[in-house]
């Protein structure tokens, strides 16, 4: 089936209008007709009961629908990797990643799996992606290293929990924070505070540590102050007794060296909830040698 009768018959199949379903796909009630015979002369069966006003699915319509959204999955897929490989050209690795585990996790992998493939490209794309697993499942990445708070019927996909570690704040050695003590959580959030994302889970964490009460939610929606997942724009407010940042030590550890910033003293721990994902039937010697790589930091 040719693309242009496939989206004509998932339009018209959602819109249950000739009309609107031309307008949605932006051409003339004709050629949408014409279309939809396509569609139906490639189905070799009747897709629609016509009316007047409205179009509705045929029983065999109803029993092809699934059919032709998976086709429409694969196409979309297909363009997705073409895209990718036109991009990026042959030979180039992707790897999703949360900002917690760029330089504790991806510089290190990196490190390792250059030394034994010095011509594989990378491309490494940094976010606090929101469907990490989904991305995976459409072939946006080859590896997905980040927090997995959403995790869907993950068919034919491999996690593996990556070993916990505590998160640190730090903030200019002039704050006023550091002449108050150890501190909690309630106490870092008195101040302007600057972080990536939190997730469902960073936040039901907070929450919890905060007291789990209404006024721990409060507190907890209103951060971060400056949301980022950039630690590059991170760390550049650190430069201000202002800001106090969250993030993992190896962030941090040039900072401190050189005393530009001070880690915050802490009564109270958080540990990450990172996790490594792969689609479980593809494989190569660079995703075997990242994978294998990934395993020596896991729980």
Request: with cysteine; hydrophobic share 40%.
């Given at each position: 089936?040719?693309?242009?009768?496939?989206?004509?018959?998932?339009?018209?199949?959602?819109?249950?209008?000739?009309?609107?379903?031309a307008?949605?796909?932006?051409?003339?009630?004709?050629?949408?007709?014409?279309?939809?015979?396509?569609?139906?002369?490639?189905a070799?069966?009747?897709?629609?009961?016509?009316?007047?006003n409205?179009?509705?699915?045929?029983?065999?319509?109803?029993?092809?629908?699934?059919?032709?959204k998976?086709?429409?999955?694969?196409?979309?897929?297909?363009?997705?990797?073409?895209?990718?490989?036109?991009?990026?050209?042959?030979?180039?690795?992707?790897?999703?990643?949360?900002?917690?585990?760029?330089?504790?996790?991806?510089?290190?992998?990196?490190?390792?799996?250059?030394?034994?493939?010095?011509?594989?490209?990378?491309?490494?794309?940094?976010?606090?992606?929101?469907?990490?697993?989904?991305?995976?499942?459409?072939?946006?990445?080859?590896?997905?290293?980040?927090?997995?708070?959403?995790?869907?019927?993950?068919?034919?996909?491999?996690?593996?929990?990556?070993?916990k570690?505590?998160?640190?704040?730090?903030?200019?050695?002039?704050?006023?924070?550091?002449?108050?003590?150890?501190?909690?959580?309630?106490g870092?959030?008195?101040?302007?505070?600057?972080?990536?994302?939190?997730?469902?889970?960073?936040?039901?964490?907070?929450?919890?540590?905060?007291?789990?009460?209404?006024?721990?939610?409060?507190?907890?929606?209103?951060?971060?102050?400056?949301?980022?997942?950039?630690?590059?724009?991170?760390?550049?407010?650190?430069?201000?007794?202002?800001?106090?940042?969250?993030?993992?030590?190896?962030?941090?550890?040039?900072?401190?060296?050189?005393?530009?910033?001070?880690?915050?003293?802490?009564?109270?721990?958080?540990?990450?909830?990172?996790?490594?994902?792969?689609?479980?039937?593809?494989?190569?010697?660079?995703?075997?040698?990242?994978?294998?790589?990934?395993a020596?930091?896991?729980?």
């Amino acid at each position: 089936m040719n693309e242009n009768a496939l989206t004509a018959f998932l339009t018209l199949a959602e819109t249950g209008s000739f009309q609107h379903a031309a307008r949605v796909m932006g051409v003339s009630n004709a050629s949408f007709s014409r279309y939809i015979g396509q569609a139906e002369d490639h189905a070799g069966f009747v897709l629609f009961h016509r009316r007047r006003n409205s179009s509705t699915l045929t029983r065999a319509g109803q029993e092809f629908l699934p059919i032709a959204k998976a086709l429409r999955h694969d196409l979309d897929r297909y363009a997705t990797r073409v895209a990718s490989l036109r991009d990026a050209g042959p030979g180039t690795f992707l790897i999703g990643c949360g900002p917690l585990t760029t330089r504790s996790l991806i510089v290190p992998v990196l490190r390792s799996v250059r030394q034994v493939m010095p011509d594989l490209r990378f491309r490494i794309l940094v976010s606090a992606y929101a469907r990490p697993l989904d991305l995976l499942q459409a072939g946006q990445f080859d590896v997905f290293l980040g927090d997995l708070t959403y995790t869907p019927d993950a068919d034919k996909v491999e996690i593996m929990v990556m070993e916990k570690r505590q998160i640190q704040f730090v903030a200019h050695p002039d704050h006023e924070i550091h002449q108050r003590g150890p501190q909690t959580m309630a106490g870092v959030f008195d101040f302007p505070f600057a972080s990536p994302h939190l997730h469902k889970h960073w936040r039901a964490t907070l929450i919890k540590s905060l007291g789990g009460d209404t006024e721990a939610v409060k507190k907890v929606n209103a951060q971060p102050n400056v949301e980022c997942d950039d630690y590059n724009f991170l760390t550049g407010l650190l430069a201000e007794p202002d800001y106090i940042v969250g993030g993992m030590p190896d962030t941090f550890s040039e900072l401190i060296s050189t005393k530009k910033v001070k880690p915050v003293s802490m009564k109270q721990s958080l540990s990450w909830n990172i996790c490594a994902a792969r689609k479980s039937q593809n494989t190569s010697t660079a995703l075997e040698l990242c994978w294998g790589e990934l395993a020596k930091y896991r729980t």
